[in-house]
């Protein structure tokens, strides 16, 4: 008998054991959950005083890398003005509006303190006019992308010979065609040929390119292929002319019989002469 009573009380002390068990289990749960709604409450409240209150108001949104954008026209655009809320502020959406300017090729928003927003501009660089019925500013890409109006002060080459048509109706090779122009642009600035007789036309067509160049307006033409033999030779042959005292009314490089001769028509004279075929040493 004393053995079943001492199982007994064995059972009993288990039992108790396992129920204070259960009961602190449950109250840590519980001040875990009150701990959690308290910090749920808390984040929200945070939240609300920080997006609400004056302290995060931006103070300022302004703009670097400008050149030709200008911050008022910029910030006229924007999506978030002064006095918004630094955390509010939608970057993507100032982002987007700022590339609607013509001149921004990208644009980078970064939140900044004191509460401001900086956005690093990235604008496009004018290559060349292009009359398309209007004269626009062309891109280092090809593209026409604003147009050029008085105020904007650049002394460009124009390119010439395509229409708004060609743009519409034949873009492919419009774009094709205008690609080869800054091509011939950026070849004629590496055979030194920009600092004497800088390029102010440029005419591309079926043709062959013809291009104006210098105070006298030279006129060059170039035809198709490979230009850069064409404007080594042309150098040389301004160079020769220059140590001569004489000018160029007319050159010619476009001669497909005779891809190596250059003809040069002097300045006020009705006829021409040959320039001569110019050799591997430049003679």
């Known amino acids: 008998m004393g053995r079943a009573r001492n199982r007994r009380r064995v059972d009993r002390a288990e039992a108790a054991r396992a129920a204070g068990h259960r009961l602190r ?35 300022e949104v302004r703009f670097t890398g400008l050149q030709a954008a200008s911050a008022e026209e910029l910030l006229e655009l924007s999506p978030v003005r002064p006095g918004d809320n630094l955390l509010r502020a939608d970057l993507g959406a100032l982002e987007q509006a700022a590339l609607r300017h013509p001149w921004v090729l990208q644009a980078e928003a970064r939140r900044r303190w004191p509460p401001a927003v900086e956005v ?9 006019l292009v009359d398309l019925g209007g004269l626009y500013l062309v891109d280092r890409g090809g593209l026409p992308f604003k147009a050029a109006v008085p105020g904007d002060g650049l002394d460009l080459p124009l390119v010439t010979g395509l229409s708004r048509d060609d743009f519409v109706q034949r873009r492919a090779d ?18 030194g040929l920009a600092r004497s007789h800088p390029l ?17 307006g ?3 033409r170039l035809g198709g292929g ?28 476009d001669d497909r019989r005779h891809p190596s001769w250059v003809t040069v028509r002097p300045a006020g004279a009705p006829g021409s002469r040959r320039a001569g075929r ?4 430049g003679s």
């Open 174 to 191: 419009a774009e094709a065609l205008l690609a080869s122009a800054l091509r011939l642009a950026d070849d004629w600035a590496a055979a």
């Open 226 to 253: 490979d230009l850069v033999p064409k404007l080594e030779r042309l150098s040389r042959v301004l160079a020769a002319l220059r140590a001569e005292g004489k000018r160029a009314e007319v050159i010619l490089l």
């Open 278 to 281: 110019t050799g591997p040493r």
């Open 25 to 59: 289990t449950a109250g840590r749960g519980a001040l875990l959950l009150a701990g959690a709604a308290a910090a749920a409450l808390g984040a929200r409240e945070g939240w609300r005083l920080a997006t609400s209150g004056e302290a995060l108001r931006l103070r």
């Open 200 to 216: 102010s036309e440029i005419h591309v067509g079926d043709e062959g390119v013809v291009a104006w160049a210098g105070e006298e």
């Open 120 to 128: 690093a501009i990235r604008e496009r660089e004018a290559a060349a």
């Open 218 to 220: 030279i006129e060059v």
